[in-house]
C-alpha cells in the first residue's frame, strides 16, 4: 500500500509530467517550445507589460531561467522589451502582435485542456480541491523556507 507521501508526490509528479507533454504537444504545432505556453500566459494578463523579476514570481523561476526564455521568445518575435527610461533593467516584457495570437491559441486549447481534466468533478469537488491544493502548496513553501517542523 503506498503511503500518502508516496501517492501525494507520485501523483503531482504524475499531473506535472503530463501537463508539460500537453503543452509540447500543443506548442509544436506552432513551432514553439512548449515552456512558452505558461509564460506567454503570464505575460499576457499584464496589458502594460510585466518585469523579468516579476514573471520570475509569478512562474516560480529563476532569473536566468527567466532571461533565456525572453532571450527565445524575443528571437521568435513574440515578446518586445519596452525601454523604462531608456534602460533595459527594468524593461516591461510585452506581446507582440504574434505573441498575441500565439497566446489567444493557448489560452483556448488550455481552456479545452482544463475542462476535459476536470471532467467528472462537480463545482463543490473542484473548489475544495483547489483550496486544499492551494493550503498545500502554502504549507510546503514555508516548510522549504523554515524547515521540517520537529513535531
Do not use: W
Not at 507520485?10 to 512558452?36: N, P, T, V
Not at 496589458?47 to 524575443?74: F, P, Q
Not at 475542462?115 to 467528472?120: D, F, L, T
Not at 475544495?128 to 504549507?139: G, M, P, T
Amino acid at each position: 500500500m503506498l503511503t500518502r507521501f508516496e501517492q501525494f508526490t507520485s501523483s503531482i509528479a504524475g499531473i506535472y509530467k503530463h501537463i508539460q507533454k500537453i503543452e509540447r504537444d500543443e506548442m509544436i504545432k506552432y513551432g514553439l517550445k512548449g515552456s512558452y505556453a505558461q509564460y506567454l500566459l503570464a505575460i499576457a494578463r499584464f496589458e502594460n507589460g510585466i518585469t523579468s523579476s516579476k514573471l520570475c514570481e509569478i512562474c516560480d523561476k529563476d532569473k536566468a531561467a527567466i532571461s533565456r526564455i525572453v532571450a527565445e521568445m524575443e528571437q521568435h518575435g513574440l515578446i518586445y522589451r519596452d525601454m523604462v527610461n531608456d534602460n533595459l533593467y527594468r524593461a516591461m516584457l510585452k506581446l507582440t502582435e504574434k505573441g498575441r495570437e500565439a497566446t489567444n491559441k493557448v489560452s483556448l486549447r488550455a481552456q479545452i485542456a482544463v475542462e476535459a481534466a476536470g471532467k467528472g468533478l462537480t463545482d463543490e469537488s473542484r473548489m475544495a480541491f483547489y483550496a486544499a491544493l492551494n493550503l498545500i502548496a502554502a504549507n510546503l513553501q514555508e516548510i522549504s523556507k523554515d524547515g521540517i517542523p520537529n513535531e
